[in-house]
Structure formats: structure tokens, C-alpha cells
């Protein structure tokens, strides 16, 4: 596709179970963030990927978040236990490589903790 | 710590304003800063990119300015229209990867 895709647009879950949201960045795209969006608030960074390696987590809220880009290019953030404070719109975005600060947003991923 | 502020919160304009949205962050030691377009129930569209070497960016009927020495950004849209309402984040890049984003002012332009 032309754009980041980010999958499952909707996700609802019941509290201690766990998730997982898929992001396929632009094709050639080296750089990839995940972002968090409360309502009502900006994103919030989460964690950076510059080909396979994580190379900025810092944002990860706790380490009941993991994510993993094993092939340099689809990328997925794994929420294991959820709680009812995670729900929120999870953002995907990529940008051509780590020297080009123009990043390209998917849709998001709303997650629902029940 | 980086904070980012945006001001006003919301804002409801009659069309053909001009307007200024601003944007304020307390840690002057920025990479660049950029404004967002985020539309109700999509991702974010980059709007524009200062470095922090610049001083303003202009596109079409937007223009951005940047002081870092006070903390400040503003964005002016010129002759606004009902298809410029959207939420309108700035973000700044406060580490080598990290982007910080303010709280968006909603901006509604009535027809």
C-alpha cells in the first residue's frame, strides 16, 4: 500500500488478557515509532526502531509492553495482562530513515480494555 | 524534563480569519519542531518542520515560526476555511529520536 496500515483497527479486550497490534510501515522505510493517544491528549512516544533494533524504548510505560520488528519492516506491539489504563489509540509511523525527521502516521489501532 | 503546551485549547473561527495557534516548550535544546494535522478518528499529516537552525516555514497558506530562546512556536493560517478544521498538534524532537507533542488545540472554521 501507499500508506502505514495498522491493524486491527479496533481491538476490545477484557482486563488481564493479552493483545497484539501489527504496523506495516511504508515499503523502504527504515524508521518506525509507536506512539499512545489518551483522549483528549497528544500522542505520547513509546518506542523507536531504526531497522530491526530498538534503538530508543524509553517511552514504554512498563515491561508488560514489548515490540519487536524482527524483519526490519512490519513491526508489532505485544501488551501482555492489559489493564483498563492502557486503553487508548495506538500509533503507528515511519519515516525514510533515521536522518529524515518527516514521519508518515497510520490510522491507529483503539484499544478497548474492558 | 520537556513539556509542550498549546494554546488555546480550542478555538471557533468565522471563515476567512486569519489565525494564530501557539505552541510553548521549556527546554529550548531541540532538535526541530513540527506541526501536525490530526483528523477526527485519523493519524496525524505532517503540516511543517523547522529545524532548529530556521527561524519559520511557510506552505501554502500556512506559516510556522520558531524562537527557541523564549520556547516558542506559532502557527498562522491565513483566510481560513471550513476544511481547515481539524485538531492541530505541534510536537518537538527532544532527543535524538524522541518527539514530544503538546495537547493539539481544536479548530473549528464555520462556514
Known amino acids: 500500500g501507499a500508506g502505514v496500515s495498522q491493524t486491527p483497527s479496533n481491538k476490545v479486550t477484557e482486563k488481564g488478557k493479552y493483545v497484539e497490534l501489527r504496523c506495516d510501515p511504508i515499503s523502504g522505510h527504515t524508521a518506525l515509532y509507536w506512539y499512545r493517544q489518551s483522549l483528549g491528549q497528544g500522542p505520547e512516544f513509546l518506542i523507536y526502531f531504526q531497522g530491526t533494533g530498538a534503538a530508543d524504548d524509553s517511552g514504554l510505560p512498563n515491561d508488560r509492553f514489548f515490540a519487536v520488528r524482527p524483519e526490519g519492516s512490519v513491526s508489532t506491539l505485544k501488551i501482555q495482562r492489559t489493564e483498563r489504563g492502557d486503553s487508548a489509540v495506538y500509533l503507528c509511523a515511519s519515516s525514510l530513515d533515521s536522518s529524515t525527521d518527516t514521519q508518515y502516521f497510520g490510522p491507529g489501532t483503539r484499544l478497548t480494555v474492558l | 524534563k520537556q513539556e509542550v503546551t498549546q494554546i488555546p485549547a480550542a478555538l471557533s473561527v468565522p471563515e476567512g480569519e486569519n489565525l494564530v495557534l501557539n505552541c510553548s516548550f521549556t527546554?529550548?535544546?531541540?532538535?526541530?519542531l513540527q506541526w501536525f494535522r490530526q483528523d477526527p478518528g485519523k493519524g496525524l499529516t505532517s503540516l511543517l518542520l523547522?529545524?532548529?537552525?530556521?527561524r519559520e516555514q511557510t506552505s501554502g497558506r500556512l506559516n510556522a515560526s520558531l524562537d527557541k530562546s523564549s520556547g516558542r512556536s506559532t502557527l498562522y493560517i491565513a483566510a481560513s476555511q471550513p476544511g481547515d478544521s481539524a485538531t492541530y498538534l505541534c510536537?518537538?524532537?527532544?532527543?535524538?529520536?524522541?518527539?514530544?507533542f503538546g495537547t493539539g488545540t481544536r479548530l473549528k472554521v464555520l462556514a
Open positions: 510536537a518537538v524532537k527532544a532527543g535524538t529520536y524522541k518527539y514530544i
Open positions: 523547522i529545524q532548529s537552525s530556521q
Open positions: 527546554d529550548s535544546a531541540i532538535y526541530n
